[in-house]
């Protein structure tokens, strides 16, 4: 059974970093691309930034270029998404998700249905 765990998040001051870990369970997470996500309440999940099985491509929507950063940790099986220079803007629910099927790349990377594992996500919350 595949299982994501999310932790890191936490409240921070605008223009901090926080560290997000995903935690993967019942697969190898080097063998999947992988994406994080960010959810506020009454809004749709808003792509954050996804990397590709073999760590060679990663992408990133306008609003985070720049100051968040994906990449994981095949031996511990993790993967992380480092964010800095926070702002308010950046409050949500974070959450990281993985495809069903290994060595495959989403087309899509920012579509929602590329992706059919998800974690219960971390809140982060970054005050102004």
């Known amino acids: 059974q595949v299982r994501f765990v999310e932790s890191g998040g936490g409240l921070v001051q605008a223009g901090g970093s926080l560290r997000l870990t995903c935690t993967a369970s019942?697969?190898?997470?080097?063998?999947?691309?992988m994406a994080w996500f960010r959810q506020v309440p009454g809004k749709d999940k808003e792509f954050v930034a996804a990397i590709n099985w073999s760590n060679t491509f990663t992408w990133y929507p306008d609003s985070v270029k720049g100051r968040f950063t994906i990449s994981r940790d095949n031996a511990k099986n993790q993967v992380y998404l480092q964010m800095n220079n926070l702002r308010p803007e950046d409050t949500a629910v974070y959450s990281c998700?993985?495809?069903?099927?290994?060595?495959?790349?989403?087309?899509?990377?920012?579509?929602?249905?590329?992706?059919?594992?998800w974690g219960q996500g971390t809140q982060v919350t970054v005050s102004s």
């Open positions: 019942g697969r190898t997470v080097s063998n999947y691309a």
């Open positions: 998700a993985g495809p069903s099927r290994s060595y495959y790349t989403p087309s899509r990377q920012k579509d929602v249905e590329e992706y059919e594992y």
